[in-house]
């Protein structure tokens, strides 16, 4: 049986053939005309001004935090249900992160808790630096009440729109909202660069301070000349020709992702204890991953580590949801706000395979193991 994998790369068609351009050009350096290409027909996808293409996005959140002058003793808040990559860039920087619970429906950092956290700070007389919002799976956060309390305390808030590129808010891309915001483009991403990110922001002067920092802080001199401590975190001119083919077909990789989700909800979702992560009405998500909760208390013996072992033993890859990030062993002293959610979350939901390349029958292998138990 061939292997299904969660989320592997999709080719476009267009790689190659920008690739040997970028080759045939010489510009196999880490910047050059398709890097400013990308740049450009990204941030014209996403409707915001200025992008700027990146290593990483992990690399995007540490220059984010770092132009909002982020540093030791300073707290930034995050949510406790992502990746690490999320908070790593605060301790890079010596900052401490203030974990924070999901709410039920989105998944995402709770509104409530949110305040209740900033509230805690501010009585301690220490005003939270900058707020981490993630869209996680995909799924916008609830970007109204989030921003009106930002707004209400002066707290700026970055968007973690790594796993998001495609989704929307209110008729605006999300990414389009944070005072700066990044998304990734990772191997196993809606689209990828085999390894790369972008920083995303409508602010002329947090994109020219993140280009800055992102090539070795040189200031304007004949000779290497430096005033601050830079970073080498630019994207390859190669790999900015694989996303401009990935770029073309991102429209199409959106709607594979959402036709996944819909088969796995008509297969699966009239069996009793599986539930799905909520769209709200203003939301439109990219689904890049399909994720199911399985109520352990609802059936027999079906619960998330049957099913995964079920499918492992297909050769089919799934994954527990993320584990939160309170609960990691090197994030065990940072303060954390909330109840239970993101631990229910994680101890009874999975991933299941959601790459846009999946084929039905492909689909059908993994919601018939998952029906016939
Ligand atoms: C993938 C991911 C990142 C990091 O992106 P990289 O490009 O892999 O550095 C950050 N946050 C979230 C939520 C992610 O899923």
């Known amino acids: 049986m061939e292997k299904i994998w969660l989320s592997p790369p999709h080719p476009g068609g267009n790689e190659l053939k920008y690739i040997q351009q970028a080759l045939g050009s010489n510009y196999i350096a880490p910047l050059g005309p398709h890097v400013d290409a990308f740049e450009q027909k990204l941030a014209n996808y996403m409707g915001i001004s200025h992008a700027t293409a ?60 949110l305040e209740g956290t900033i509230n805690h700070f501010i009585k301690k007389g220490k005003r939270p630096k900058a707020v981490i919002g993630v869209h996680i799976y995909g799924m916008p956060m609830q970007l109204g009440a989030i921003l009106t309390i930002c707004q209400k305390y002066e707290i700026p808030l970055i968007e973690d729109a790594a796993e998001a590129l495609g989704s929307v808010y209110k008729h605006k891309k999300v990414g389009a909202f ?135 033993k297909e050769n089919i890859e799934s994954r527990p949801l993320w584990k939160p990030l309170h609960r990691q062993p090197v994030f065990k002293n940072a303060p954390y706000f909330g109840g239970n959610v993101a631990d229910r979350l994680f101890e009874t939901g999975i991933c299941l395979p959601s790459g846009s390349g999946l084929k039905k029958e492909d689909l059908l292998r993994v919601t018939r193991i998952i029906t016939c138990f």
């Open 54 to 113: 990146l290593s990483s996005g992990t690399a995007g959140l540490h220059l984010a935090l770092k132009i909002l002058d982020i540093g030791p003793g300073d707290i930034v808040i995050c949510p406790t249900f992502t990746f690490a990559a999320s908070a790593n860039p605060i301790v890079y920087l010596g900052a401490t992160p203030a974990f924070v619970d999901s709410e039920e429906t989105t998944w995402n950092i709770c509104p409530n808790a």
């Open 178 to 312: 944070g005072v700066m915001s990044i998304v990734s483009f990772n191997g196993n991403k809606i689209i990828t660069t085999s390894g790369g990110g972008a920083l995303v922001s409508g602010n002329e002067f947090y994109t020219q301070r993140a280009k800055f920092l992102a090539s070795q802080a040189k200031d304007e001199a004949p000779h290497y000349q430096h005033s601050e401590i830079g970073y080498n975190y630019r994207l390859s001119n190669i790999c900015a020709a694989i996303g401009l083919a990935q770029l073309e077909v991102i429209g199409e990789r959106v709607q594979q992702r959402r036709d996944n989700f819909a088969f796995y909800k008509r297969e699966l979702g009239l069996i009793p204890g599986i539930s799905f992560q909520n769209e709200p009405a203003d939301c439109f998500s990219n689904r890049w991953l399909t994720c199911i909760l399985i109520d352990p208390t609802a059936n027999n013996g079906l619960n998330r580590e049957s099913i995964r072992l079920l499918l492992e």
